[in-house]
């Protein structure tokens, strides 16, 4: 049972929706890091796909440690419900002083799902800059493309180079594009990744305290955030640096039609930008 308070909260519901990615830095102990790059180097058992995740990495595992943590099995069960299937890992290593990066991508072919995997990145040891990192391009996870069709693309504004301490991880949608980076240092870097399909609608599965979001209410608002009170229209609405015009507009479209569906509020909308598409009198 997962305590309501180690599920994702409202404003990282929004933040995932509109950027595609969450961010947890140095929320895995040292014990467990060390533990799993002991067994990177013995080989990680992987189990066949479609395996529920709770049958996977049992005891003494340290991912499945990790992934039993309750802050990582809280955001597993906000995004894609509880106990979701496991689809593959990798243990991705990018050698010392390699000449290339890899080339910006989405995972798998294209995918049109409104329902949506995550990939769990986890990062065992400190990514300094010169070594590269998991490059991520905030706010394209909506912008379907085929595996490598975007490789020629280099630097676009507003990308996250992952720069970060032993311990930290993300949590992607499939569909977010990009990238290892080029590692310039003498040590390999690796990065163990995790792709875990839903079983369940993803309706409602965060902690919905205090989202006011009855069905029909334009402007859902969160009454108790802990810095600021920031709605989720506001959140949604907000551009990322690669956008133009256009596509903005098409982001936030794609993000509204993401909201009604994790939220079930079929009139939810972002100003006026959903609702004018679906005047047809
Ligand atoms: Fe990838």
């Not at 180690?6 to 040292?30: C, H, S, T």
């Not at 010392?96 to 890899?102: I, L, R, T, Y």
């Not at 949590?171 to 792709?195: A, D, P, S």
């Not at 006011?212 to 009454?223: E, H, L, Q, R």
């Amino acid at each position: 049972m997962i305590e309501q308070s180690n599920l994702l909260d409202n404003k990282q519901m929004a933040l995932f929706v509109a950027k595609g990615y969450l961010r947890f830095d140095e929320v895995i102990p040292d014990d467990i890091n060390h533990a799993v790059m002991a067994e990177i180097d013995r080989g990680i058992k992987a189990s066949p796909a479609g395996t529920p995740l709770s049958a996977c990495y049992p005891d003494p595992s340290p991912i499945g440690k990790m992934l039993r943590l309750p802050l990582v099995a809280g955001l597993i069960q906000s995004l894609v419900g509880p106990d979701p299937l496991f689809d593959h890992q990798a243990v991705h290593v990018r050698q010392p002083n390699e000449d290339s990066a890899q080339p910006l991508h989405a995972d798998s072919i294209i995918d049109t799902r409104t329902a949506f995997d995550i990939q769990l990145m986890y990062f065992p040891h400190d990514v300094p800059a010169n070594m590269g990192g998991t490059l991520l391009l905030p706010g394209s996870q909506y912008r379907r493309v085929n595996e490598s069709d975007i490789a020629r693309y280099q630097n676009m504004l507003g990308q996250v180079q992952m720069v970060c301490k032993a311990g930290t991880l993300l949590v992607l949608h499939h569909g977010i594009w990009h990238c290892g980076r080029q590692n310039k240092t003498n040590e390999k870097r690796y990065m163990f990744k995790v792709r875990l399909n839903p079983v369940v609608r993803q309706l409602r599965l965060w902690n919905t305290d205090n989202l006011v979001s009855d069905v029909g209410a334009s402007k859902p608002i969160f009454t108790k955030e802990t810095n600021a009170i920031e709605d989720v229209q506001t959140i949604l609405a907000r551009s990322e640096p690669w956008f133009e015009d256009a596509s903005g507009r098409l982001e936030i479209v794609n993000r509204v039609k993401m909201w009604r569906y994790i939220s079930g509020d079929d009139r939810f909308d972002v100003h006026y930008w959903m609702t004018r598409l679906e005047n047809t009198p």
